[in-house]
């Protein structure tokens, strides 16, 4: 009973100068133990620690869940008003028609299919904040405090800029590239466009101008991951605004005004990620190796 209460004893004592030193030597086992490296490593990664691969699944899928949850409400709460919001589409082409010119549907289920998958974007668009809340919350318990204060600026910046990608192809892209098309029509011809078709078009342009518009963010995440540097990109300049032009040419329409306007963005977008990765990051200067002749 009194060895037992000794070794209790010395396991207190062991415990209480691990708190004042980090280094501590146990004398029964003759090894260190160094509490405060622990304690870090494990404040840093104790929500994911030793949780087994079908835990992370059942967590993504909560997380799935709700975001199925939300776009659902969003979108019931704007069904009754999905031919207007169609009709908030259509005007920029609508304004462009000719007199005796109307939109078409060439399938029988178009005018009710058209509205709701409007409705269906839309929903996802107003809860994209939400949408990447829940991804935020499912991928922070793994990143340590450094990486979180980085990411959350990140986030609120890539959710402004996607909707001002958006904003700036429906209010400025889109007129310009339907009075374009509708310009260069033959006179014999008279265009009627159909609403599926023209709806597939709008929303192809959102998607491509609100993921364009996220470049500052991917150009400042790819240098913090040190997977490029500022010196390499600056180096590489003219084979990016190169490929800029290059990448618009082909996810836009076949026209120069959709290019122009999506590869220019394109290449301001890219310098001023790289503007700011001048503020955030300083580079340490790479070594020079300097020749010296002795005689």
Known sequence: MQLLKRKKSRQEKIAVSAITDPNVVDQDTGTKTNTTQDKKSEDALSPLADMPITEHLIELRRHLIKICVAVLIIFLGLVGYSRELYNLLSDPLVAQLPANSTMIATD????????????????AFLAMPYILYQIWSFVAPGLYKKEK???????????????????????????????????????????????????????????????????????????????????????????????????????????????????????????????????????????????????
């Open 149 to 295: 204060k980085i990411a959350i600026p990140v986030l609120l910046s890539s959710i402004f800029l996607f909707y001002a990608g958006v904003a700036f192809s429906y209010f400025i892209v889109l007129k310009g590239v339907l009075k374009f098309f509708i310009m260069f029509a033959p006179q014999n011809v008279l265009p009627m466009t159909d609403i599926d078709s023209y709806l597939s078009f709008a929303l192809k342009l959102f998607m491509v101008f609100g993921l364009t518009f996220e470049i500052p963010v991917v150009t400042l995440l790819l240098i913090l991951a040190g997977i490029v540097s500022i010196q390499s990109l600056e180096e590489k300049r003219r084979y990016i605004i190169v490929g800029c032009f290059a990448v618009a040419a082909v996810v836009t329409p076949p026209d120069g005004v959709s290019m122009l306007m999506l590869a220019i963005p394109m290449w301001l977008l890219f310098e001023l990620g790289l503007f700011l990765a001048k503020i955030l990051i300083k580079e340490e200067p790479r070594p020079t190796l300097v020749s010296t002749n002795k005689e």
């Open 108 to 123: 029988i289920t178009s005018n009710f299919m058209a509205p709701i998958r409007l409705t269906v974007f839309v929903a």
